[in-house]
Protein backbone atom coordinates (compact mmCIF):
# COMPACT_ATOMS: atom_id res chain seq x y z
CA UNK A 1 0.00 0.00 0.00
CA UNK A 2 1.53 3.73 -0.58
CA UNK A 3 0.27 6.90 -0.67
CA UNK A 4 0.92 9.64 -3.22
CA UNK A 5 0.28 13.48 -2.80
CA UNK A 6 -0.14 15.35 -6.01
CA UNK A 7 1.47 18.44 -4.60
CA UNK A 8 4.76 17.78 -5.77
CA UNK A 9 4.25 14.16 -6.27
CA UNK A 10 5.68 13.79 -2.43
CA UNK A 11 4.93 9.88 -1.62
CA UNK A 12 5.24 7.49 1.82
CA UNK A 13 5.43 3.45 1.45
CA UNK A 14 6.89 0.81 -1.29
CA UNK A 15 6.18 2.44 -4.28
CA UNK A 16 6.59 5.85 -5.90
CA UNK A 17 3.37 7.46 -7.53
CA UNK A 18 4.66 7.05 -10.91
CA UNK A 19 2.42 6.84 -14.44
CA UNK A 20 3.13 4.05 -16.96
CA UNK A 21 2.46 5.17 -20.58
CA UNK A 22 3.17 2.88 -23.36
CA UNK A 23 5.26 4.88 -26.33
CA UNK A 24 5.57 2.94 -30.33
CA UNK A 25 8.33 3.26 -32.39
CA UNK A 26 6.02 2.56 -35.85
CA UNK A 27 8.60 1.45 -38.23
CA UNK A 28 7.92 2.04 -42.22
CA UNK A 29 10.98 1.98 -44.90
CA UNK A 30 13.82 2.16 -42.97
CA UNK A 31 12.28 5.42 -41.09
CA UNK A 32 10.49 6.11 -37.51
CA UNK A 33 7.30 8.16 -36.90
CA UNK A 34 7.47 10.90 -34.62
CA UNK A 35 4.79 13.31 -33.55
CA UNK A 36 4.97 17.15 -32.27
CA UNK A 37 2.78 17.45 -29.19
CA UNK A 38 0.24 20.22 -29.10
CA UNK A 39 0.92 23.55 -28.17
CA UNK A 40 -1.59 23.44 -24.82
CA UNK A 41 0.17 20.46 -23.69
CA UNK A 42 2.45 20.50 -20.42
CA UNK A 43 5.34 19.11 -22.95
CA UNK A 44 4.04 20.82 -25.72
CA UNK A 45 6.14 21.73 -28.85
CA UNK A 46 8.33 18.61 -27.70
CA UNK A 47 8.25 15.69 -30.54
CA UNK A 48 7.46 12.29 -29.18
CA UNK A 49 6.66 8.60 -30.29
CA UNK A 50 3.46 8.02 -30.18
CA UNK A 51 1.49 6.40 -27.14
CA UNK A 52 -0.30 7.72 -23.83
CA UNK A 53 -1.44 6.17 -20.22
CA UNK A 54 -2.02 2.82 -19.58
CA UNK A 55 -5.37 2.56 -17.99
CA UNK A 56 -6.45 0.22 -15.44
CA UNK A 57 -6.88 -3.58 -16.93
CA UNK A 58 -4.89 -2.80 -19.89
CA UNK A 59 -1.69 -4.18 -20.96
CA UNK A 60 0.90 -1.82 -22.57
CA UNK A 61 -0.13 -3.12 -26.25
CA UNK A 62 -3.80 -3.02 -25.80
CA UNK A 63 -2.65 0.73 -24.68
CA UNK A 64 -0.69 1.34 -27.67
CA UNK A 65 -3.30 -0.10 -30.17
CA UNK A 66 -6.05 2.31 -28.58
CA UNK A 67 -3.71 5.51 -28.11
CA UNK A 68 -2.81 5.25 -32.04
CA UNK A 69 -6.52 4.87 -33.18
CA UNK A 70 -7.35 7.75 -30.79
CA UNK A 71 -4.55 10.03 -31.50
CA UNK A 72 -3.75 9.56 -35.41
CA UNK A 73 -6.39 7.52 -36.16
CA UNK A 74 -4.06 4.51 -37.23
CA UNK A 75 -4.51 0.85 -36.70
CA UNK A 76 -1.01 -0.84 -35.95
CA UNK A 77 0.50 -4.46 -35.10
CA UNK A 78 2.62 -3.61 -31.88
CA UNK A 79 5.98 -5.66 -32.04
CA UNK A 80 8.69 -6.41 -29.46
CA UNK A 81 9.69 -5.15 -26.50
CA UNK A 82 11.96 -1.90 -26.77
CA UNK A 83 13.17 -0.93 -23.46
CA UNK A 84 11.79 0.95 -20.32
CA UNK A 85 12.91 5.01 -18.90
CA UNK A 86 11.52 6.41 -15.62
CA UNK A 87 12.00 10.60 -15.83
CA UNK A 88 10.29 12.54 -12.91
CA UNK A 89 9.25 15.91 -14.73
CA UNK A 90 7.88 18.67 -12.54
CA UNK A 91 4.50 18.13 -12.76
CA UNK A 92 4.48 13.97 -13.26
CA UNK A 93 6.64 11.17 -12.68
CA UNK A 94 6.56 8.45 -15.69
CA UNK A 95 7.76 5.23 -16.73
CA UNK A 96 7.56 4.87 -20.12
CA UNK A 97 7.79 1.43 -21.93
CA UNK A 98 8.51 1.46 -25.80
CA UNK A 99 7.62 -1.21 -28.53
CA UNK A 100 8.13 -1.42 -32.19
CA UNK A 101 5.21 -1.12 -34.02
CA UNK A 102 3.81 -1.13 -37.86
CA UNK A 103 1.33 0.81 -39.36
CA UNK A 104 -0.97 -1.30 -40.27
CA UNK A 105 -4.17 0.57 -42.09
CA UNK A 106 -5.46 4.10 -42.27
CA UNK A 107 -4.01 7.62 -42.97
CA UNK A 108 -2.44 9.75 -40.13
CA UNK A 109 -4.61 12.19 -38.90
CA UNK A 110 -3.48 14.66 -35.83
CA UNK A 111 -5.63 14.96 -33.70
CA UNK A 112 -3.51 15.72 -30.24
CA UNK A 113 -0.58 16.11 -31.89
CA UNK A 114 0.65 19.46 -34.04
CA UNK A 115 2.74 17.68 -37.08
CA UNK A 116 4.64 14.47 -37.15
CA UNK A 117 6.94 13.12 -39.70
CA UNK A 118 9.04 10.00 -40.78
CA UNK A 119 12.61 10.52 -39.91
CA UNK A 120 15.88 7.79 -39.88
CA UNK A 121 17.17 7.18 -36.91
CA UNK A 122 20.52 9.16 -37.32
CA UNK A 123 18.65 12.14 -37.21
CA UNK A 124 16.32 11.42 -33.95
CA UNK A 125 18.70 13.41 -31.94
CA UNK A 126 18.21 16.48 -34.01
CA UNK A 127 14.60 16.73 -32.30
CA UNK A 128 13.56 17.85 -29.28
CA UNK A 129 12.18 14.74 -27.29
CA UNK A 130 10.77 15.22 -23.66
CA UNK A 131 13.48 13.10 -21.45
CA UNK A 132 12.06 9.89 -20.74
CA UNK A 133 11.95 9.70 -24.72
CA UNK A 134 15.99 9.83 -25.09
CA UNK A 135 16.64 6.55 -23.62
CA UNK A 136 14.46 5.12 -25.86
CA UNK A 137 16.61 7.25 -28.96
CA UNK A 138 19.77 5.68 -27.63
CA UNK A 139 18.68 1.92 -27.25
CA UNK A 140 17.46 2.38 -30.99
CA UNK A 141 20.59 4.18 -32.17
CA UNK A 142 22.88 1.15 -30.48
CA UNK A 143 20.27 -1.63 -31.93
CA UNK A 144 19.71 -3.10 -28.55
CA UNK A 145 16.94 -4.61 -27.21
CA UNK A 146 16.30 -6.06 -24.44
CA UNK A 147 13.83 -8.66 -23.42
CA UNK A 148 10.03 -7.32 -21.39
CA UNK A 149 10.11 -6.88 -17.37
Partial sequence: ???????????????????KVAAAVIEKEGKVLIAKRGKGDRLGGKWEFPGG?????????????????????????IGDFICSSSYSY???????????ASHLSGDIRLYVHDQFRWVSLADLPAYDFPEANRPVI?????????KEP
Avoid: D, N, W
Fill in 90 to 100: SHIEVELLAYR
Fill in 1 to 19: MYYCFYFGLHFLGLEACMT
Fill in 53 to 77: KIEAGETPQECLKRELTEELGIEAE
Fill in 138 to 146: GKLLAGTVR
